[in-house]
């Protein structure tokens, strides 16, 4: 068993638009440009079932409901962005001009990698330029639906 570098789980996204239909096609989502960690995080929601009368020494009870994820992604401003698709340039214009549904996919990209998959909205983007640092910005996107798990197919 090895331990996977960072460096091999990216995020990808595509924006969906009415010829894309809810799910791109395959391999058409892009890395997002000059991207420096990611990660995944998944909320199970839940509602208290505890009574007044309950017995269990004074301990809560709980019962799941929803499921909810999120994708974020911190990646470094290029100077030439505008060329660099799927990088602040692109990510903006979609969260300005709308609709602000994307294709996300979070982990590898080589045969046999595991990735996460979803339709998500684009919920924040933050530029941060300090002085004497590299200008970067991070990018939030809220599942709008089902997560999918899925191993990128091996190629014959």
């Not at 994820?69 to 505008?82: G, H, K, N, Q, S």
């Not at 983007?125 to 639906?145: E, H, K, Q, R």
Request: hydrophobic share 35%; with cysteine; net charge negative.
């Amino acid at each position: 068993m090895a331990v996977i570098p960072g460096k091999k789980v990216l995020v990808l996204w595509s924006a969906i638009t009415d010829s894309t239909a809810g799910t791109p096609a395959a391999g058409s989502e892009k890395v997002v440009s000059c991207s420096t960690n990611g990660s995944l995080s998944l909320t199970q929601n839940t509602t208290q079932v505890s009574c007044k009368d309950t017995t269990g020494g004074g301990w809560e009870s709980a019962v799941p409901t929803t499921k909810s994820w999120e994708v974020t992604v911190d990646a470094l401003m290029l100077d030439d962005d505008a060329a660099a698709a799927n990088g602040l340039i692109d990510l903006t214009s979609l969260f300005i001009t709308g609709p602000n549904d994307v294709w996300i996919v979070f982990g590898g990209t080589k045969s046999g990698e595991e990735t996460w998959h979803g339709r998500a909205l684009c919920t924040g983007i933050s530029v941060n330029a300090p002085d004497g640092d590299s200008a970067s910005y991070s990018a939030t996107f809220l599942g709008t639906g089902a997560l999918t798990h899925t191993t990128v197919p091996t190629t014959p």
